[in-house]
């Protein structure tokens, strides 16, 4: 099992979401990676391949961070463990991104669906329908649309959320695994 983290407060979250993937590292991962809302509301986004070192060496190089943000250590289940598979995913637009612990099992039909009403793919990942799915059912709370999002799924799972048209927020959910 892998790991999702998400801080939101006074401090900054980066080197707190990072702390917090530090102490999930026991648990086993492929890659890692985070998203906060900077300064300037926009929605930024870090990954890497590989141990978490890499992910705070990618940090060091091009430095985000912001109040409230979430990150995620990912064990692959669909998709090979490089650094465009790795979490967060986000939606066409960019403004919403997800981490997800679980396995989306009706994914290939979702997919499928999904590509039909325009959506446009760029990972080999279950999880990027889920950011995909968010989007379609946007309308101006992002709790809402995550639980019109989860009818859909099956599969067992655990997610944070944040979106820039909805800030100030992370939106977690879960069907199994504890988050
Ligand atoms: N199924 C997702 C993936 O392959 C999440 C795997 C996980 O739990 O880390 O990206």
Redesign the pocket.
């Known amino acids: ?2 790991g999702i983290v998400g801080y939101i407060g006074q401090r900054k979250a980066v080197p707190i979401i990072l702390d917090g993937l530090r102490r999930l590292e026991y648990r086993g991962y492929d890659s890692a990676g985070l998203a906060v809302l900077d300064d300037h509301e926009a929605l930024c986004v870090r990954r890497a391949s590989g141990k978490l070192r890499n992910l705070e060496d990618c940090v060091r190089l091009n430095p985000v961070d912001g109040p409230y943000g979430v990150g995620h250590t ?6 090979r463990p490089t650094e465009e ?1 790795a ?1 967060p995913h986000r939606d066409c637009t960019g403004d919403i991104v997800v981490v ?5 099992e009706n994914y290939l039909q979702l997919k499928r669906e999904l590509q039909a009403e325009g959506h446009r793919f760029i990972t080999e ?3 990027e329908i889920i950011a995909h799915l968010i989007e379609k059912y946007f309308e101006d709370r992002l709790e809402e649309a995550v639980r019109k999002a989860l009818k859909e799924l099956n599969g067992v799972f655990a997610l944070a959320i944040i979106s820039r048209r909805d800030p100030n927020k992370i939106v977690a959910a879960r069907n199994g695994p504890p988050v």
């Open positions: 099992m892998c990912r064990w692959a289940t669909h998709g598979n979490h997800h612990n679980g396995i989306v990942t279950d999880t």
